[in-house]
């Protein structure tokens, strides 16, 4: 599998995917005026008070993930919402949906990784939510969890253009590098729905 060469660059990551979602989440609570959306087991009765940043750094304090897991659970979200398009990314949804797809992430990609009673604790939910929101994100995503290198580069890559939006003066030759360890081809790219 692809993975990051540095470490260090999980907080950048989180970041740079946190913007990007928050941009996503803002723009469908507008759009959530104008068309139908569905309601489903990944929707709060009201926004978090904690922001899509400090959450995904929680995320990654105690989840112990690879760095890798990060730009997969994107993957992971996006595909969802590509197959779910009642179900969009909004504000009332996007923490939920990230601690599913990170621990999702952790348990198709890392050796080791935490059950879900933990990333429940973790993510401030029950196990037993944690446990629905698993199979329903499972299900949602249709079991299509493998991520190919060129996927994984090809979401980097919009990771990156983030980092440009955030810090236009930020050496590209730093960020994000990668590195594959077997060859494998797929042509998915990030869709509208998350590539804002």
Request: charged share 20%; hydrophobic share 40%; with cysteine.
């Amino acid at each position: 599998m692809a993975e990051l060469e540095n470490p260090d660059e999980m907080p950048r990551v989180i970041t740079f995917l946190s913007s990007l979602l928050q941009r996503v989440a803002e723009s469908n609570d507008v759009n959530r005026r104008f068309e139908l959306q569905k309601i489903s087991v990944f929707h709060g009765l009201t926004r978090p008070s904690i922001s899509i940043q400090s959450y995904l750094e929680r995320i990654s304090k105690y989840a112990n993930c690879s760095p890798s897991c990060f730009v997969v659970a994107y993957v992971y979200l996006d595909r969802f919402s590509q197959r779910q398009p009642s179900l969009p990314i909004n504000s009332f949804n996007v923490h939920r949906l990230l601690i599913t797809s990170v621990m999702v992430a952790a348990k198709f990609l890392d050796d080791m990784y935490y059950n879900n009673a933990y990333y429940a604790k973790v993510g401030g939910i029950s196990t037993t939510e944690m446990n629905f929101l698993e199979v329903d994100f499972l299900f949602g995503l249709s079991f299509h969890l493998n991520v190919t290198p060129t996927t994984f580069h090809t979401y980097c890559t919009y990771l990156q253009r983030e980092m440009i939006i955030l810090e236009p003066s930020v050496n590209l030759g730093r960020s994000l590098k990668l590195h594959c360890s077997f060859n494998e081809d797929e042509s998915t790219h990030p869709k509208q729905q998350l590539a804002v």
